[in-house]
């Protein structure tokens, strides 16, 4: 375990664990953080994965973490790391399990007390419209030949079924479809677990949330996303599900021959990889934005399913019931990309796993309704407490591969959190605070008690303070949809 005098405070909200820690790191390993969050992080082994990450073949600059880190699988989450392209190494537990895991964010005309009303109504149609709990199927069944075009166009494929507006793609990462997909690299295994479940959230941390916006704290860029106090928005958290994760297991697997093959050596077998330009590596990256693409494509369905909701609940009463995309975004994914490496400016393969994009104004990739003041990072908490819309910044594009938190980040395991509160005692909680929930499980809603993640203000004020991103507004929940 790595200890807190092994680190060197670079500044305020950034420490650093030198290159000379251990023999086989390639470069430092930096970590954001208060001091207070760096004593929790330091509960558990996310730091010492952190150095393993430094020791990857062809790792650029610093192996990072958000504040928001902890334990995961051969990375930790919220961890950073870019690899030389395309001699560098591809590691798919620096992408996750639930690969394109991440977040869209929808925007009312309506303020909190046109819909408190009706909101018992409107949470128990939109958990009947967007399926949720483990292995959950969807209302859109696709055959394998579907399944294959949605792999391969992700959101576009909505768009064609009128699932999908020509703005929510202009407002979603990569135009929510990651380029050189090959459905071919994906097992026959991972085909059945997906052809069930577009348009579903899933279980675990993955939610769906109707919230109102309370603060504001930088108008303009508020003004460019379209949102104000007393707003009414929806969150939708998801990812790739059994599709995406049956690659990684897929992959995981393969990867475990190809270290060998290639000979390299690893401290964590958990951190298996494979080099970029190599057929083992080209295909993990295809397969990989194959299960991209079907995520955006289900969080896409989602929203699609969202707006239904609204329109039968809210319509019939005479309310504006449209919803506008303000940006979907992912947190768990691996992405070919230019920065600038050491005064040079080249591409790296970014792995982000529980970490955001964080692109600065100005960049082309950022859609052009917001360019001007940078992409929207969406940062979800927990039940019951806020989520945060953020903006990236310059200072992100020079120090984190445009990158920032994801997140309140855990500190109690599951388990542990089901042993110190009933899920139905948790449901009163909420309830009592105004926060209407739905949700399957009662153990799978304790596993998400708040109490069980970090302060998701904490973690949002270190990245603030260390210039990655930048606060736009805080919004707090008033229903809550749960596997």
Known sequence: MVSK??????????????????PDMRVPARVYASEALLDAILGDKSIEQLVNVATLPGIQKYALAMPDIHQGYGFPIGGVAATAWPDGVISPGGIGYDIN?????????????????????????????????????GHYPLNNAELERVAVEGAR??????????????????????????????????????????????????????????????????????????????????????????IATDYIRE?????????????????????LDTPEGERY?????????????????????????FEDVLGCHGLPFDLVQVYDLAHNIGKVEWHDVNGVRRQVCVHRKGATRSFGPGHPDVPAAYRHVGQP??????????????????????????????????QMSRRKAKKSIKGATLRGQLEAQGIVVRAGSMKGLAEEAPFAYKDVEAVVDVVEAAGVARKVVRVEPIAVIKG
């Not at 929808?106 to 949720?132: H, I, K, W």
Request: charged share 25%.
């Open 5 to 22: 005098r092994e680190l060197v405070q670079i500044d305020e909200f950034l420490w650093e664990i030198p290159k000379g820690y251990r």
């Open 101 to 137: 895991c991440g977040v869209r964010l929808l925007a009312s005309e309506l303020d909190e007390e046109e819909v408190r009303p009706y909101l018992d109504d409107l949470a128990t149609c939109l958990y009947q419209y967007c399926p949720s709990g483990v292995g959950r199927g």
């Open 157 to 246: 494929w909505c768009l064609k079924k009128g699932m999908a507006r020509e703005e929510d793609l202009e407002r979603t990462e990569e135009g929510g479809r990651l380029s050189g997909a090959d459905p071919a690299h994906v097992s026959p295994q991972a085909r059945k677990r997906g052809r069930q479940q577009l348009g579903t959230l899933g279980a675990g941390n993955h939610f769906l949330e109707v919230d109102v916006v309370r603060e504001v704290y930088y108008p303009e860029a508020a003004d460019a996303f379209g949102l104000r106090v007393g707003q009414v928005v929806v969150l939708i958290h998801c990812g790739s599900r059994g599709f995406g994760h049956q």
């Open 255 to 275: 990867f475990q021959r190809a270290v060998h093959t290639y000979g390299i050596v690893l401290p964590d077998r958990e951190l298996v990889c494979a080099p």
């Open 285 to 309: 990256l295809a397969a990989m934005r194959c299960a991209a693409n079907f995520a955006f494509a289900n969080r896409q369905v989602l929203a699609h399913q969202v707006r239904r909701a």
């Open 377 to 410: 990072v969406l940062v979800p908490g927990s039940m019951g407490t806020a989520s945060y819309v953020l903006v990236g910044t310059e200072g992100a594009m020079v120090a984190t591969f445009g990158s920032s938190c994801h997140g309140a980040g855990r």
